[in-house]
Nanobody
Framework: VQLQASGGGLVQAGGSLRLSCAAS????????MGWFRQAPGKEREFVAG????????VYADSVKGRFTISRHNAKNTVYLQMDSLKPEDTAVYYC??????????????????WGQGTQVTVSS
């Protein structure tokens, strides 16, 4: 499975961005998907995850109520809608895929494939 993340950019605090992760490869639509982020000097952290059919969704406490993960399996794409952005959301955002399609993991070790990352910068 190959993953291509896009949609990052520079936005003011309170603004919005939508990230996309396009997946390609065999049976990519049957994978659980996750978004992680990594700020400079910090470890990569879980942001949100969704199972293969969209029936199970998990968010990190820090983004609950502000971020929304969704997927469109016919397009092999997962989205992360980010609203009410804060400067502390600044990071490189990565999408990831897990062949355990019905399990939404929150640890990096639970994901098998990773995209290249897209930079999100929120100015105060």
């Amino acid at each position: 499975v190959q993953l291509q993340a896009s949609g990052g950019g520079l936005v003011q605090a309170g603004g919005s961005l939508r990230l996309s992760c396009a997946a390609s490869g065999r049976t990519s639509s049957s994978y659980a998907m996750g978004w992680f982020r990594q700020a400079p000097g910090k470890e990569r952290e879980f942001v949100a995850g969704i199972d293969w059919i969209g029936g199970s969704i998990v968010y990190a406490d820090s983004v609950k109520g502000r971020f929304t993960i969704s997927r469109h399996n016919a397009k092999n794409t997962v989205y992360l809608q980010m609203d009410s952005l804060k400067p502390e959301d600044t990071a490189v955002y990565y999408c990831a895929a897990s062949w355990r399609g019905t399990v939404v993991g929150s640890r990096t070790i639970e994901y098998d494939y990773w995209g290249q990352g897209t930079q999100v910068t929120v100015s105060s």
